[in-house]
């Protein structure tokens, strides 16, 4: 009877922690898919790293998704206005 409750306890450590395994992977894919942010323009795709955002007048600018060259965009004042309260929500 010990040896059978000793393989249950056993058990449930073993799988608790590979839930928690799958909980830090998961975390960590959520945490990539929102480092970046999916601009299109003119036909064109461009991911924008999302902690390098700074707004203009009437555009805006970040890195790109490689960090090696900061993109500019012009906007319409109603999109630049939405794309604001968007970070300020996601707190970047």
Request: no cysteine; proline share 0%.
């Amino acid at each position: 009877m010990i040896m059978l409750l000793s393989i249950f306890i056993f058990l449930l450590i073993y799988l608790s922690f590979r839930l928690d395994k799958q909980k830090i992977t998961l975390n960590k894919k959520k945490s990539k898919e929102s480092k970046y942010f999916l601009w299109q323009k003119d036909n064109k795709a461009f991911y924008l790293l999302s902690s390098s955002i700074t707004f203009n007048d009437q555009s805006f600018s970040a890195y790109s998704k490689n960090g090696d060259s900061i993109m500019s965009f012009s906007t319409d004042i109603k999109v630049l206005d939405s794309l604001k309260m968007k970070f300020q929500a996601m707190n970047f």
